[in-house]
């Protein structure tokens, strides 16, 4: 039982390099999300999707894009990265949007 | 947009003491959720509450939902060494959860 998958575990770019995280989960869940984790804040939602076909951002979407083509996977675009983009990031899913999430072991990612 | 306030953000404790944090809020939640994060790892889900004044354990793990559904608290009793790690709070909102900024638990063997 894999659960929520994400990949790569670390990556370093530089300023203005393109990347997509990628987020897989294998529970049938309708619900994914991508947050990130910065020191002292907690997790922030980024984006979030109730379902194939269907995105919507969260408190920090800025720098950052997402589609949802199907149930499994949920990627993460950055276009243009920045530094204040140095992140962990991770992926959670749930069956629907009110039940509890379940979360992906990250992604650390720095941007010189 | 909505914000949680967890404390205290960070605890210090000998072996086999019991630990007590909360979470509170300016808004209502029909949901509060304990996570657990270690090192290097993605948070993981403790308890989960969904009733205004329920009280849930797991294990030593007990945590209960505010009657006024603006706050929540989790116990730890008998602290062990694999109780060190980050919890967080985090309440459900409209299609979304907003967390807090976590505790941070040392244990002193």
């Known amino acids: 039982n894999a659960g929520v998958t994400q990949t790569p575990k670390f990556q370093v770019l530089k300023t203005g390099q393109s990347m997509t995280l990628q987020c897989a989960q294998d529970m049938n869940h309708e619900y994914m999300s991508w947050y990130r984790q910065d020191p002292g804040m907690g997790l922030r939602l980024i984006h979030y999707s109730v379902g194939a076909g269907i995105t919507d951002q969260g408190e920090v979407p800025n720098g950052y894009n997402v589609s949802r083509s199907t149930t499994e996977d949920f990627p993460l675009r950055l276009l243009s990265a920045a530094p204040s983009q140095t992140s962990v990031y991770f992926c959670a899913s749930s069956y629907t949007n009110n039940q509890p999430q379940h979360f992906g072991d990250g992604t650390r990612l720095s941007i010189l | 947009g909505q914000q949680l306030n967890q404390s205290p953000q960070s605890m210090f404790i000998q072996e086999g003491e019991d630990v007590s944090m909360n979470c509170t809020s300016s808004?209502?939640?029909?949901?509060w959720l304990w996570y657990k994060q270690d090192p290097g790892e993605g948070p993981v889900l403790l308890i989960a509450l969904y009733k205004a004044g329920e009280l849930t354990s797991n294990g030593r793990l007990t945590a209960q939902f505010g009657i006024t559904r603006k706050d929540s608290f989790l116990n730890i009793s008998a602290s062990i060494p694999s109780d060190v790690g980050i919890y967080f709070c985090a309440g459900q909102g409209a299609q979304k959860l907003v967390f807090g900024q976590g505790t941070r638990l040392t244990i002193n063997p």
């Open positions: 808004s209502i939640f029909n949901t």
